[in-house]
Nanobody, 123 residues
Framework: VQLQAFGGGLVQAGGSLRLSCAASGCTFSSYVMGWFRQAPGKEREFVST????????YYTDSVKGRFTISRDNAKNTVYLQMNSLRPEDTALYYC?????????????????WGQGTQVTVSS
Protein backbone atom coordinates (compact mmCIF):
# COMPACT_ATOMS: atom_id res chain seq x y z
CA VAL A 1 0.00 0.00 0.00
CA GLN A 2 1.34 3.39 -0.99
CA LEU A 3 -0.04 6.73 0.13
CA GLN A 4 0.97 10.01 -1.43
CA ALA A 5 -0.14 13.24 0.19
CA PHE A 6 0.01 16.58 -1.55
CA GLY A 7 -1.58 20.00 -1.52
CA GLY A 8 0.34 21.65 1.29
CA GLY A 9 1.88 25.07 1.04
CA LEU A 10 2.31 28.49 2.55
CA VAL A 11 -0.87 30.42 3.30
CA GLN A 12 -1.80 33.46 5.36
CA ALA A 13 -3.90 33.13 8.47
CA GLY A 14 -7.56 32.88 7.54
CA GLY A 15 -6.77 31.22 4.24
CA SER A 16 -7.60 27.77 2.93
CA LEU A 17 -5.85 24.71 1.61
CA ARG A 18 -7.06 21.37 0.36
CA LEU A 19 -4.91 18.35 1.03
CA SER A 20 -5.24 15.19 -1.03
CA CYS A 21 -3.95 11.71 -0.38
CA ALA A 22 -3.90 9.19 -3.21
CA ALA A 23 -3.73 5.50 -2.36
CA SER A 24 -2.50 2.64 -4.49
CA GLY A 25 -1.88 -1.04 -4.00
CA CYS A 26 -4.95 -1.66 -1.90
CA THR A 27 -8.70 -1.97 -1.96
CA PHE A 28 -9.13 1.63 -0.90
CA SER A 29 -12.80 1.31 0.00
CA SER A 30 -11.89 -1.24 2.67
CA TYR A 31 -9.67 1.16 4.60
CA VAL A 32 -10.38 3.72 7.25
CA MET A 33 -8.38 6.83 6.41
CA GLY A 34 -6.95 9.43 8.74
CA TRP A 35 -5.05 12.70 8.75
CA PHE A 36 -2.45 13.45 11.38
CA ARG A 37 0.01 16.29 11.83
CA GLN A 38 3.30 16.90 13.52
CA ALA A 39 4.72 20.28 14.39
CA PRO A 40 8.44 20.76 15.14
CA GLY A 41 9.29 19.51 18.62
CA LYS A 42 5.87 17.98 19.13
CA GLU A 43 4.41 14.52 18.87
CA ARG A 44 2.28 13.44 15.97
CA GLU A 45 -1.36 14.25 16.69
CA PHE A 46 -4.70 13.19 15.32
CA VAL A 47 -6.54 15.61 13.06
CA SER A 48 -9.40 13.72 11.43
CA THR A 49 -10.58 10.30 10.35
CA UNK A 50 -13.23 8.92 8.02
CA UNK A 51 -14.82 5.51 7.76
CA UNK A 52 -14.57 3.38 4.65
CA UNK A 53 -18.03 4.47 3.52
CA UNK A 54 -17.56 8.11 4.43
CA UNK A 55 -20.55 8.01 6.77
CA UNK A 56 -18.52 8.47 9.95
CA UNK A 57 -16.04 11.26 10.56
CA TYR A 58 -14.21 12.55 13.62
CA TYR A 59 -12.15 15.65 14.21
CA THR A 60 -9.89 16.88 16.92
CA ASP A 61 -11.52 19.73 18.80
CA SER A 62 -9.17 22.42 17.53
CA VAL A 63 -10.20 21.90 13.89
CA LYS A 64 -13.94 21.26 14.27
CA GLY A 65 -15.92 23.63 12.11
CA ARG A 66 -12.85 24.58 10.07
CA PHE A 67 -11.63 21.31 8.52
CA THR A 68 -13.63 18.79 6.51
CA ILE A 69 -12.51 15.29 5.63
CA SER A 70 -13.99 13.46 2.66
CA ARG A 71 -13.15 10.59 0.36
CA ASP A 72 -13.78 9.48 -3.18
CA ASN A 73 -13.49 5.70 -3.32
CA ALA A 74 -13.71 5.71 -7.10
CA LYS A 75 -10.55 7.81 -7.19
CA ASN A 76 -8.80 6.12 -4.25
CA THR A 77 -8.35 9.52 -2.67
CA VAL A 78 -9.06 11.13 0.67
CA TYR A 79 -9.20 14.90 1.11
CA LEU A 80 -8.83 17.39 3.92
CA GLN A 81 -10.36 20.77 3.24
CA MET A 82 -8.83 23.27 5.65
CA ASN A 83 -10.47 26.66 6.07
CA SER A 84 -9.83 29.56 8.43
CA LEU A 85 -6.28 28.39 8.90
CA ARG A 86 -4.35 29.55 11.93
CA PRO A 87 -0.62 29.76 12.62
CA GLU A 88 -1.00 26.90 15.11
CA ASP A 89 -2.12 24.65 12.23
CA THR A 90 1.43 24.81 10.88
CA ALA A 91 2.77 21.25 10.71
CA LEU A 92 3.71 18.37 8.50
CA TYR A 93 0.45 16.66 7.60
CA TYR A 94 0.31 12.91 7.08
CA CYS A 95 -2.37 10.68 5.71
CA UNK A 96 -2.70 7.15 7.01
CA UNK A 97 -4.69 4.02 6.24
CA UNK A 98 -6.15 1.52 8.66
CA UNK A 99 -7.28 -1.91 7.52
CA UNK A 100 -10.22 -2.07 9.89
CA UNK A 101 -13.88 -1.13 9.77
CA UNK A 102 -13.71 0.95 12.94
CA UNK A 103 -12.29 4.47 12.85
CA UNK A 104 -9.46 5.39 15.20
CA UNK A 105 -7.76 8.52 16.50
CA UNK A 106 -4.60 6.70 17.62
CA UNK A 107 -1.60 6.84 15.27
CA UNK A 108 -0.23 3.43 16.26
CA UNK A 109 -3.41 1.73 15.08
CA UNK A 110 -2.85 2.77 11.46
CA UNK A 111 -1.11 0.36 9.14
CA UNK A 112 0.24 2.59 6.37
CA TRP A 113 1.51 6.16 6.19
CA GLY A 114 2.19 8.67 3.49
CA GLN A 115 5.28 10.86 3.33
CA GLY A 116 3.68 14.04 4.62
CA THR A 117 2.98 17.42 3.10
CA GLN A 118 4.01 20.68 4.78
CA VAL A 119 1.41 23.26 5.75
CA THR A 120 2.70 26.63 6.90
CA VAL A 121 0.33 29.35 8.06
CA SER A 122 1.76 32.82 8.47
CA SER A 123 0.29 35.36 10.86
Amino acid sequence: VQLQAFGGGLVQAGGSLRLSCAASGCTFSSYVMGWFRQAPGKEREFVSTISWSGDTTYYTDSVKGRFTISRDNAKNTVYLQMNSLRPEDTALYYCAARNRRVVSTIPSTYDYWGQGTQVTVSS
